[in-house]
């Protein structure tokens, strides 16, 4: 059965460092989503992407933020300057009527 | 904009019983509904979703129902087993949000079924 599947599973950087979370998406999906969750809290909606471009994106990403796929099936997201509170679980979604997540990328900012 | 609630926060029930896990929301313009389970430290995996069209949909022993008049939807666990144990997340799509057509989430339901 097909699956988003996302890397690195976990990724620890320092405040102020750069990281790159990957995802491939269901193949012949055309909605590519990233959520993300803070420990204890709601999924949040971060940003859409369709037609190789930004259809929305929440007041959550900010400058900091940028997506991009840069093959035909590979999907990133971008942390620049990172912060303590971006501490996440980061997930990956893509759908053609239903979605599905991925397994989340954990990202520990000390 | 969106809200979504879901009702209990936590549930305990003895193995075999069947249960009822609630959620609501605030816009009953919707487009579609999803059920997922998150295991701990785990993605999350959809089990149902239901179109606005739709009353209700099942699979095995789930059963999820949507009034979208009324805001409300409910995911039905028939003869819970001890690995049913997980949070189930209700998540909605808005219709008029036709441009990212993502999920609005609620807080989850953190389900123990006891052996």
């Known amino acids: 059965e097909p699956e988003v599947t996302q890397t690195p599973s976990h990724q620890v950087t320092q405040m102020g460092q750069e990281v790159i979370l990957r995802c491939v998406p269901i193949?012949?999906?055309?909605?590519f989503y990233w959520y993300r969750q803070i420990l204890g809290q709601k999924v949040e909606f971060l940003v859409s992407f369709y037609n190789n471009e930004i259809s929305e994106k929440s007041e959550i990403f900010d400058d900091q933020f940028s997506v991009e796929r840069p093959d035909g099936s590979n999907f990133t997201l971008k942390i620049r300057s990172t912060k303590l509170e971006d501490s996440a679980m980061y997930f990956c979604?893509?759908?053609?009527?239903?979605?599905?997540f991925g397994p989340g990328t954990r990202l520990t900012v000390t | 904009k969106q809200e979504v609630t879901q009702i209990p926060a936590a549930l305990s029930v003895p193995e075999g019983e069947n249960l009822v896990l609630n959620c609501s929301f605030t816009d009953s313009a919707i487009y579609n509904l999803q059920w997922f389970r998150q295991d701990p430290g785990k993605g999350l995996t959809s089990l149902l979703l239901i179109q606005s069209s739709q009353r209700e949909q099942t699979s095995g022993r789930l059963n999820a129902s949507l009034d979208k008049s009324s805001g409300r939807s409910t995911l039905y666990i028939a003869a819970s087993q001890p690995g049913d144990s997980a949070t189930y997340l209700c998540a909605v799509m808005d219709l008029m949000d036709t441009g990212r057509r993502a999920l609005t989430f609620g807080s989850g339901t953190r389900l123990q079924v006891q052996p």
């Open positions: 979604a893509s759908r053609e009527v239903e979605q599905y």
């Open positions: 193949s012949n999906h055309l909605y």
